[in-house]
């Protein structure tokens, strides 16, 4: 919603609610790329109609009756089938997403190396991208939180938090444990 705002507002941030309207449309009109469906046809049956030339339904005529009663008995079957496809494409989805992720716990004392974040330095002539990627190696002091620890160097002096997902075991650590996707399959 943020980037479609962007693209109507441009200079004039004082306008940007004037084309909600269209852009809400846009959104209920858009079909879905998992359920093949527009929001709006899911919610009520019939997509959105949006000019009064299209609209063609007469109160009082018995087919027409028919016709709303057998689309409304097929909407729960609809809601189901769009629940199991959504359900179905998070599954892929998070199955994609976790392919590589690992449970990494380290214990006090252990040797670890963190991500390197440095900038480029034209003045010094150093460049970001050929500096180390990791650099090292830190022991852990203690744990902070579910995926923090705390690090020291060599002279007991704190260097910061650091999130799992900075670091890495030493080569020589053969104390932390690492869980892969593969371990728990071996295990169940």
Not at 84 to 89: L, Q, V
Request: glycine content about 4%.
């Amino acid at each position: 919603m943020k980037t479609m705002l962007m693209a109507y507002v441009k200079d004039n941030h004082r306008l940007w609610d004037v084309n909600l309207p269209e852009l809400g449309c846009a959104i209920r009109t858009a079909k879905h790329e998992v359920t093949g469906q527009t929001p709006y046809f899911i919610n009520f049956g019939c997509e959105m109609m949006t000019h009064g030339s299209e609209y063609h339904l007469k109160i009082g005529n018995e087919e027409n009756k028919q016709r709303v009663y057998d689309r409304s008995k097929n909407m729960n079957r609809l809601r189901d089938w769009v629940k199991k496809r959504i359900d179905t494409a998070s599954d892929n989805i998070r199955e994609r997403y976790n392919l590589k992720r690992r449970d990494v716990h380290f214990k006090e004392n252990d040797l670890v190396w963190k991500k390197n974040y440095v900038l480029s330095d034209k003045a010094n002539y150093f460049t970001s991208k050929f500096a180390d990627r990791f650099v090292g190696p830190f022991r852990v002091k203690r744990k902070v939180g579910y995926c923090t620890y705390e690090l020291i160097n060599d002279n007991g002096k704190s260097i910061g938090h650091w999130h799992v997902k900075d670091l890495k075991p030493h080569p020589q650590n053969s104390d932390s444990h690492v869980e892969s996707d593969s371990d728990v399959d071996s295990v169940t």
